[in-house]
């Protein structure tokens, strides 16, 4: 096994999209900060995303089993760190948000988003993987929030 410090300093080269991952349990909405976001499978449409098992949002999203992953827009950094920070209690109360299909919040500017239901979870160290399968998705034209090198970036990209 590699070093863990030399794991992160690798990781750091890599450059990721930026999404707000969002769930609901008992009326309450909760969202995490998450760039382990990938596509898994196109039959069923389905993604996945690792979360810490010790934050918040996991508690909601494998008591819920549901999600919604927000990729976020080039402007919108401040809720990237807003929903990285250590807020505990209304968490929502200056986000703007509609629902979709499962009543996550879908947050008001992402580029697109995924609204997902667990369908499987592998528990690897200290994270979980879960896969979502995609009961409902919606893209925007805009461009990306980027992380690459411990920062935000805007990638000076434009999708339609
Ligand atoms: C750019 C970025 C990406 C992150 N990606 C993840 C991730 O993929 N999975 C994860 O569990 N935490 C990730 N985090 C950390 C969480 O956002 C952070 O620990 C958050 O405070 C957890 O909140 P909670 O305990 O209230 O749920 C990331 C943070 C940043 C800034």
Known sequence: MTNPELFKHAMRHVPTGVTVVTSLKDGEPRG???????????DPPSLLICVNREARSYLFIST???????????NQRSLAE????????????????????????????????????????????????????????KSRPGSPLGYFNGGFHDFGIHVD
Not at 32 to 42: D, Q
Not at 64 to 74: D, E, H, K, Q, T
Not at 114 to 128: I, K, L
């Open 32 to 42: 995490i900060t998450v760039n382990s976001f990938a596509s898994v499978s196109l």
């Open 64 to 74: 819920s089993r549901i999600f919604c992953v927000n990729v976020l827009a080039g």
């Open 82 to 137: 807003h929903f990285s920070g250590k807020v505990r209690e209304l968490q929502f109360a200056d986000v703007g948000y509609a629902i979709d299909a499962t009543g996550a919040p879908v947050l008001d500017g992402s580029i697109a988003h995924f609204d997902c239901e667990v369908a499987q979870e592998y528990s690897v160290g200290s994270h979980s993987i879960l896969i979502g399968n995609v009961l409902s998705c």
